[in-house]
Every structure is written in structure tokens, then in C-alpha cells.
């Protein structure tokens, strides 16, 4: 269970998740060394966050073979998605056993990524959601998380992301610290 947060402030995207992992759909959690997000580097220098809720199995892949490619400026961060980074997510998945068991068209989680000064949200279908307010979050937090958002505009991005993952580990089991929070300036804060 997870609770990854994102929100963009000033053309700034920031991105904080908590370091628990669940496991057999019991209770039994552990803290978790790497982190649920992290940043990639395009080619062309652009920051990517990612953050990754679901199965560790997927978070490995990701941060160690997804490349992301040199961003094409006539199109929106969504079609860049879309055309470049879905395909060649399919094609890691693939070639390492990175699908759902049960049906291999599907990823165990969800990805959310934050790249210029946008969010988008890759779900288990592959399917691309730009989200159009200025915050969002995914996994078994993100409802108390969004409310703590929503509730917390006044605060630096800092601030309401650490009080709406305090939130999201008070009342949903299985979200817990350390948190990390990241910006695309290479802003890191791990809190314990």
C-alpha cells in the first residue's frame, strides 16, 4: 500500500511518497531503503519524476531500464507518453516478466510522473491521465491525501506534502515513514 503525492508550484513539480511495502495482501509492512520515487534524466536534460505505487517488481524495471527519451517540443508531454515512453514501458515489462500474472496486458500498480510542470498518471491499463489541478496522488492514500491538499493551499509545496502523507499514515494502514519528498530542481528530504 502507498501513497505517492505530486504537485506543481511556480512551473515547479514536486513529488513526495511514503517507505512502506505491504506484502501478501496482509498487514506485515517493512520499511523500504529505496525509495517509490526517484528521477530520470532525459537526454535532453529534462527532469523526470517518477513515482511508483504497486509492485517493487515494477518500480525495479522502471528506474533501472526505462530511458527517457529527448522530449519533441511540437508535442505535449501527454502525446510524448503516449507515442515514445508507453511502448518502450511495454517492451521492459515484457522482456523481464514485468505484467500481472493474472492478465498480462496489465501492470501491477501505477505510475505517476511529473515532467515540466505537469503530472501525468500511467494506471495499470496503460491508459495516460493528465491531471489538471495543481496537485494529485495515487495508491491506497490518495484520497486522505488529496483532502489534505485541497485543505492546505497557503503552505509551501514542502509543507502540504509532508502534512497530507502524515495524513494518508494516520488513517490508511500501510502508509508509513520515511517519507521522501523530491522537486525537479534536485531538491531530496528523506524524513524518518
Not at 93 to 122: C, S, T, W, Y
Not at 178 to 183: D, E, Q
Amino acid at each position: 500500500m502507498t501513497c505517492i503525492i505530486s504537485l506543481v508550484h511556480k512551473d515547479v513539480v514536486w513529488m513526495g511518497a511514503d517507505g512502506v511495502s505491504t506484502y501478501n495482501n496482509r498487514l506485515d509492512t517493512q520499511r523500504l531503503k529505496i525509495p517509490k520515487i526517484f528521477r530520470l534524466a532525459a537526454k535532453d536534460g529534462t527532469i523526470w519524476l517518477v513515482g511508483i505505487c504497486g509492485s517493487g517488481r515494477l518500480a525495479q524495471l522502471v528506474r533501472e531500464f526505462l530511458t527517457v527519451p529527448e522530449f519533441d517540443a511540437s508535442i505535449s508531454y501527454e502525446s510524448e507518453i503516449i507515442k515514445n515512453t508507453i511502448p518502450a514501458l511495454r517492451k521492459i515489462l515484457g522482456e523481464h516478466a514485468g505484467f500481472q500474472k493474472d492478465d498480462p496486458r496489465k501492470i501491477d500498480g501505477g505510475i505517476l510522473l511529473g515532467v515540466g510542470n505537469e503530472m501525468i498518471e500511467i494506471d495499470s491499463s496503460f491508459c495516460v491521465i493528465s491531471c489538471s489541478e495543481s496537485f494529485y496522488s495515487v495508491g491506497s492514500g490518495e484520497d486522505v491525501a488529496k483532502g489534505a491538499l485541497f485543505a492546505t493551499p497557503e503552505m509551501s509545496p514542502r509543507d502540504r506534502i509532508l502534512t497530507a502523507l502524515r495524513a494518508a499514515e494516520q488513517f490508511k494502514t500501510g502508509v508509513g515513514v520515511p517519507f521522501t519528498i523530491i522537486n525537479t530542481l534536485g531538491y531530496k528530504e528523506t524524513i524518518p
